[in-house]
Antibody, heavy 119, light 107 residues
Framework: EVQLVESGGGLVQPGGSLRLSCEGSGFTFSSYWMSWVRQAPGKGLEWVAHINQDGRQKYYVDSVQGRFTISRDNAQNSLYLQMNSLRAEDTAVYFC????????????WGQGTLVIVSS | DIQMTQSPSSLSASVGDRVTITCRASQGIRNDLGWYQQKPGKAPKRLIYAASTLQSGVPSRFSGSGSGTEFILTISSLQPEDFATYYCLQYNSHPYTFGQGTKLEIK
């Protein structure tokens, strides 16, 4: 069974940092691009970042560029999102995902982890 | 950035109805478009990619069409489990962008 399990969410003050993790199992993690997608409370979906199979290609939405860093450890089947200089507008559920854009076959999503940025 | 304008933002329909949802891109994106379904409290689920390719396991009542700047998701005969929010996504260029979503509700 394929699983993506996020962790690391929580309450953080504006300007603070948080590191999200996503552990994959049941599929060949190292073969696919991995992404973070977020959803603010009551709002729509927003693509945040993604990273290619060997970690050399990374792309970010403009609003997080320079503050967030995506990385992966294929030996640990894990994806990360280091979030610095957090703002209230970063408050959202963060989903990790794989094979969810243009790869054939079933898309894989985690259950999401909630990040709340508030004083 | 490419803007995706999705319409309508909400839609009331009955079981058995045929419904269409439209996404317009601010510039041409070939067929680099996907459609996603999301139910409350759950992760999204991909329905269609490459504008018209049905994800395996997705019922054939879902279909997608379009190319360039205008795209349509059609549900041919609504079932109770189809009431959800639908999003389009363009992946032609970074940053990838979603439409605002269409909430499909039971009439």
């Amino acid at each position: 069974e394929v699983q993506l399990v996020e962790s690391g969410g929580g309450l953080v003050q504006p300007g603070g940092s948080l590191r999200l993790s996503c552990e994959g199992s049941g599929f060949t993690f190292s073969s696919y691009w991995m992404s973070w997608v977020r959803q603010a409370p009551g709002k729509g979906l927003e693509w945040v970042a993604h990273i290619n199979q060997d970690g050399r290609q990374k792309y970010y939405v403009d609003s997080v560029q320079g503050r967030f860093t995506i990385s992966r450890d294929n030996a640990q089947n894990s994806l990360y999102l280091q979030m610095n200089s957090l703002r209230a507008e970063d408050t959202a559920v963060y989903f990790c995902a794989s094979k969810w854009v243009d790869a054939p076959g079933t898309d894989y999503w985690g259950q999401g982890t909630l990040v709340i940025v508030s004083s | 950035d490419i803007q995706m304008t999705q319409s309508p933002s909400s839609l009331s329909a009955s079981v058995g109805d045929r419904v269409t949802i439209t996404c317009r891109a601010s510039q041409g994106i070939r067929n680099d478009l996907g459609w996603y379904q999301q139910k409350p409290g759950k992760a999204p689920k991909r329905l269609i990619y490459a504008a018209s390719t049905l994800q395996s396991g997705v019922p054939s009542r879902f279909s997608g069409s379009g190319s360039g700047t205008e795209f349509i998701l059609t549900i041919s005969s609504l079932q109770p489990e189809d009431f959800a929010t639908y999003y389009c996504l363009q992946y032609n260029s970074h940053p990838y962008t979603f439409g605002q979503g269409t909430k499909l509700e039971i009439k």
